[in-house]
């Protein structure tokens, strides 16, 4: 069971997609996680939740469907209640269309993540509304992939970060 707490690969090159400081608030939360469920069996992912205490797993991506068993939508619905931990998609937070298109031509994961950091700024309220409504539980942002370093959550957990004034614990 690994934990990466920081994001050493935010160089300097990096600093422009994390973009100007959001605005702070009052916010019982302490800490909340992220996870890509790359590497992982349904059952491994519920089990690592579960040891970190996790009540709600939030599905950031868009279209929360996979080739790999058990992490459809569907699927996560029906087996996470089973084991304690309640699930909700969450759509308005995956990468957009346009985003995905242009990273699959280029394959240049920074433009990808920079692209996807403006468009979070847009969208702040989502944020907002997120920590609003689920800061009260101990929860933890799905994707795909394994390394933070190379999805959006990454973005998302950052801004929540600064929000909540707390931090994103990335589970491996």
Not at 36 to 47: E, I, K, Q
Not at 66 to 75: D, L
Not at 144 to 155: F, W, Y
Request: proline share 6%; glycine share 6%; aromatic share 10%.
């Amino acid at each position: 069971m690994e934990r990466e707490n920081s994001l050493p690969w935010a160089s300097a090159e990096l600093k422009p997609f994390f973009g100007p400081p959001v605005q702070k608030r009052e916010s019982s939360l302490k800490e909340f996680f992220t996870l890509g469920y790359a590497g992982h069996t349904v059952a491994s992912m519920a089990s690592l939740l579960r040891t970190h205490g996790v009540e709600l797993l939030i599905d950031v991506r868009r279209n929360p469907t996979s080739r790999k068993p058990g992490f459809s939508k569907r699927s996560l619905e029906e087996y996470l209640p089973t084991v304690g931990i309640q699930y909700v998609h969450y759509p308005g937070l995956g990468t957009p269309v346009y985003i995905r298109r242009h990273y699959n031509m280029r394959n240049d994961i920074l433009m990808a993540l920079r692209a996807y950091r403006k468009y979070l700024q847009s969208r702040k309220q989502q944020v907002m509304t997120l920590l609003g409504t689920f800061s009260s539980k101990r929860f933890c942002l799905l994707c795909l992939e394994k390394d933070p370093r190379v999805c959006h959550r990454s973005i998302i957990a950052e801004m929540l970060a600064e929000v909540a004034n707390c931090a994103p614990i990335h589970l491996i």
